[in-house]
């Protein structure tokens, strides 16, 4: 997880929020205590079905407003 905080750090200042753009959303995947529910990641590298969904959840406003749309409620 260092390397991908490192490789984060470096990333996030590629941004310059007009046409390049970052997003943290690591907390949606780990835990306070560094663990990675199995339900989101059940290799700790590559999302589940849900691990999609969550992540896409995340970035809906992001998108839509990029997209100039309105964000799509998520589903039940």
């Not at 390397?3 to 470096?10: G, H, M, P, R, T």
């Not at 780990?30 to 059940?42: A, H, Q, W």
């Amino acid at each position: 997880r260092a390397v991908l905080d490192k490789a984060n750090e470096i990333v996030s200042k590629l941004a310059d929020s007009k046409t390049v753009f970052y997003m943290d959303i690591n907390h949606i995947y780990v835990r306070p205590d560094g663990s990675i529910p199995k339900s989101l990641m059940y290799d700790f590298e590559h999302p589940t079905p849900l691990g999609h969904r969550v992540w896409a959840e995340a970035i809906e406003t992001k998108v839509a407003e990029l997209m100039g749309d309105k964000p799509v409620a998520p589903m039940p």
